[in-house]
């Protein structure tokens, strides 16, 4: 079971929602209530229940100012540009003691410091987070005790992994974890389009890749072996899996991986910078 004190999130889309259903979890006690927010009442209706306290800001304006009155935790889920604004928005209507976590890419500690007067926290959570299997990476600024940041990662860990990070990795967490589920689709993509060249059905194809993947995954995270020996395992001396790995080895997939993450950090740096 997994005790939380009141929390606020603004801006329920995909993550906050994601965050939201973790909560909602029988697992999961929020002691004093949890309030949303979004931008339209069809939204906000959707999320409304016994559980949950939800507001649009097309129908309250202060809805976000209501929300975080009595919040320990206040989760910022908009998007970058806006972040800013909002947390000038709601500085004086915080808690004392309350911590402001930010899942926004690029938006700093330092910017969000300058902005409230208390304990602020980075959190880059990934899309499998909307299905329990999330991984997170969360950095805590100058202002976060160790219980402010205890309090966050058991916050995101009612929707899966929590590394902590100092903010220096945080772009790095996000090139490897928050980017990752892309390179994994990508590579279901292209292998699903070969089977298909190779004369399968898309059904047939999607099928035996799709299944390969989620089956190599479970394998992996029931057993006490690591990936590489797990490899191992498949692949015979001299056989059709050695082949076609020598093939992958070949083209330096190593070296691939380790341009594509710079790629990424490097591009969150420069959202970073403005």
Do not use: C, H, W
Not at 68 to 89: F, H, N, Q, S, T
Not at 194 to 217: C, I, K, P, W, Y
């Amino acid at each position: 079971m997994v005790t939380l004190p009141p929390i606020a999130i603004l801006g329920t889309g995909s993550m906050g929602g994601a965050i939201l259903s973790g909560l909602l979890s029988p697992d999961v006690t929020v002691q004093g209530g949890i309030r949303v927010t979004n931008r339209t009442e069809t939204k906000a209706a959707a999320l409304r229940s016994d559980a949950v306290t939800s507001f649009a800001t097309d129908v309250e304006p202060t809805a976000n100012l209501i929300a975080v009155a009595g919040a320990r935790i206040v989760l910022v889920a908009v998007k970058p540009i806006m972040v800013a604004d909002l947390l000038r928005e709601i500085r004086d209507a915080l808690e004392p003691g309350s911590i402001v976590i930010s899942v926004a890419a690029g938006v700093t500690l330092a910017t969000m410091e300058a902005l409230v007067p208390g304990a602020v926290l980075r959190a880059m959570p990934n899309t499998p987070s909307t299905v329990g299997r999330g991984v997170t990476g969360l950095s805590g600024g100058s202002r976060a005790s160790v219980d402010d940041v205890a309090v966050a990662s058991a916050l995101f860990g009612t929707v899966g992994a929590v590394i902590e990070v100092p903010e220096s990795q945080i772009d790095a967490v996000s090139a490897i974890s928050g980017s990752g589920p892309a390179y994994v689709f990508f590579l279901i993509e292209e292998l699903t389009r070969t089977a298909v060249g190779l004369g399968f059905s898309d059904e047939q194809a999607s099928l035996m890749v799709e299944n390969t993947f989620r089956g190599a995954s479970e394998l992996l995270a029931s057993s006490n072996a690591g990936p590489a020996e797990l490899r191992r395992r498949v692949t015979s001396p001299k056989g059709t899996t050695e082949r076609a790995i020598g093939v992958l080895e070949e083209a330096n997939l190593s070296g691939l991986f380790d341009r594509a993450t710079a790629a990424a950090i490097a591009r969150a740096q420069e959202l970073a910078a403005g």
